[in-house]
């Protein structure tokens, strides 16, 4: 069965662990699924005001993407003990489309930190954040990523454990879906 993923980045700087993480799976998922990221550095900060002409294309574009989405992996890493705006921000346009996007979609939440709790905070500030939109969060191991700095090397996951276990998340992911038919 083929799968289409959309993954969400919580973190805009260049050399973004989170980015590095997100940018492996595509090599540690099943067979059929195809994960791509989804841009959301240019969406502007969520105001009413700005849809008075129906929603701007940017947030219209990422809600249409996961959309037509199978599932959604929402890869973050953890500010003052909470998800980054950013990933709050695009979360935010989304859940206000209203064919709801979100409602449903299988979704993976993975945090990580380059210290010693993994973004955990940020991954439950996630958690609860989208499960007010509906979405259909994939429970059981957290992915929070601890000491994210030892792992990753030159754009990817080089820990052989790390690698295993987000494999076997994915697949996890994969099984959602077809649960779905
Ligand atoms: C951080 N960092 C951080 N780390 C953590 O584990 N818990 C926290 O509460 C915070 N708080 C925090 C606030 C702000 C404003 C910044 C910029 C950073 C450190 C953070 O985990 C580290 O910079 C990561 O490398 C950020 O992820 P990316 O950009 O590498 O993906």
């Known amino acids: 069965m083929r799968m289409k993923i959309v993954g969400l980045i919580g973190s805009l700087r ?3 662990l989170t980015r590095q993480i997100m940018e492996t799976l595509p090599e540690l998922a099943p067979d059929g699924m195809e994960i ?3 841009q959301i550095d240019h969406l502007p900060f969520y105001n009413e005001d700005l849809k008075a002409d129906g929603t701007p294309e940017d947030p219209r574009r990422l809600a249409d993407a996961i959309a037509a989405a199978d599932g959604l992996i929402v890869g973050s890493p953890e500010y003052n003990r909470s998800t980054p705006a950013v990933i ?3 979360i935010d346009w989304v859940s206000k489309e209203p064919d709801r996007p979100l409602s449903g979609k299988p979704t993976l939440i993975a945090t990580q930190s380059p210290g010693a709790l ?4 940020s991954n439950y500030h996630l958690r609860q954040v989208l499960s007010v939109t509906g979405a259909e969060l994939i429970t059981g191991p957290e992915i929070a990523i601890i000491r994210s700095g030892e792992k990753v090397e030159t754009g990817k ?3 052989a454990d790390t690698r295993d276990f987000l494999a076997g998340q994915l697949e996890r992911l994969a099984e959602a ?3 779905k038919g």
């Not at 993994?118 to 905070?121: A, F, P, R, Y």
Request: glycine fraction near 16%; proline fraction near 0%; charged fraction near 20%.
């Open 177 to 179: 879906i077809r649960r």
């Open 14 to 16: 260049a050399g973004s």
């Open 118 to 121: 993994g973004g955990i905070l």
């Open 157 to 159: 996951i080089v820990d």
């Open 36 to 38: 791509t990221m989804a």
């Open 88 to 90: 709050k921000n695009a």
